[in-house]
């Protein structure tokens, strides 16, 4: 049995390993902005699903998406938000662009990750797509600042709360 699926995209074909969640898109991006050994930011993950969801329930509320689906894209964004996948967002933070790799490699883990709870093999996009189903009715231009400024409001207020600390020690 081999240890890697195809996929493709308008540039061709890759070869993607099976224990991977992220798909092409990722691979893309993270040979084209391999800029440092830096990482997304745990916390900026967790925001990003959080967005993802919201978008997801609204989706939900207005009819866009079946059950089935959407209740297996629910839980890959809990188990994102968990922490579980960490290790599988790969594009560089420091990416060109407004941040359309970084959501097509959460868009792909998303997917692949319901795809395999559903029993389907990662990868079977005409199943459940990273576009039309996990980034259904959104824009990275709208997805990416949203998550980030949430990361930010959550970074702030503990850095006010050292602060704070801080304060109280001088005094």
């Known amino acids: 049995m081999k240890n890697y699926r195809k996929e493709s995209d308008f540039l061709g074909e890759r070869n993607i390993f099976n224990d991977t969640y992220y798909g092409i898109n ?10 440092n050994e830096e990482r997304i930011d745990t916390l900026l993950i967790k925001t990003f699903a959080w ?3 919201a978008c997801l329930l609204a989706n939900i509320e207005c009819k866009s998406i079946n059950s089935e689906i959407s209740n297996a ?20 933070p420091i990416q060109g662009g407004g941040g359309t790799s970084f959501n097509m490699n959460f868009n792909e883990v998303i997917a692949n990750i319901a795809l395999e709870q559903l029993g389907l093999n990662k990868g079977a996009y005409h199943i459940i797509s990273p576009l039309t189903h996990v980034n259904m ?11 980030i ?5 959550i970074k702030i207020n503990l850095l006010l709360d050292i602060l704070h600390g801080l304060k109280a020690t001088l005094h």
């Open 149 to 153: 400024n949430l990361a930010l409001i």
């Open 73 to 92: 894209l629910l839980d890959a964004c809990e188990k994102i938000i968990g922490g579980d996948f960490d290790d599988q967002f790969i594009v560089n």
């Open 51 to 53: 967005t993802k969801k």
């Open 26 to 35: 990722a691979v893309r991006g993270n040979e084209n902005f391999n800029i």
């Open 137 to 147: 009715s959104q824009s990275t231009n709208d997805v990416f600042p949203t998550s």
